[in-house]
């Protein structure tokens, strides 16, 4: 990732306290998080919270974001409707790595109802420390932002 280490973090009120424990490991691995909400478990609209950190992606404010939701598919589906947000839902490290390694996936969304918090700390890792493979691969990224036909 090569916007300085700032990380964009949102979350809906059942990713609330997972996405508190991984902003507080940003901060211990060094990075710099920016908590775009919710800041409660009072019940919210995870759309809402996921196009904040696919918009901030997209207007450049940093290169990657996490997002968590209760199964992280709902979010993933927010952030990936943002031209060009490349969002991976993952459960595992592997699934991180790969994401960032072949598709440069700059968003993860992750399953607090799925995922240990120190497993998720784990696949945080992965993805930010993960470097995009380039080769073969960007010449497919680049054909997801091409209109399918």
């Not at 409707?81 to 991180?96: D, K, Y």
Request: proline residues 3%.
């Amino acid at each position: 990732m090569s916007n300085g280490r700032k990380v964009l973090l949102a979350a809906d009120h059942a990713g609330y306290s997972l996405k508190e424990d991984l902003e507080a490991h940003l901060v211990d691995l060094g990075y710099e998080p920016v908590d775009l909400g919710t800041d409660s478990t009072d019940s919210v609209d995870y759309p809402d919270y996921g196009a904040r950190v696919a918009n901030g992606i997209r207007e450049g404010k940093a290169d990657c974001g996490v997002l968590v939701c209760g199964a992280g598919i709902g979010m993933t589906m927010v952030a990936n409707r943002q031209p060009g947000v490349r969002a991976a839902n993952c459960l595992t490290e592997q699934m991180a790595s790969l994401a960032r390694e072949h598709n440069d996936a700059n968003v993860l969304c992750l399953g607090s109802r799925l995922l240990a918090a120190a497993d998720a700390k784990k696949i945080l890792w992965k993805f930010l420390e993960t470097p995009f493979g380039g080769g073969r691969h960007g010449r497919r990224v680049e054909k997801i932002e091409q209109p399918v036909s």
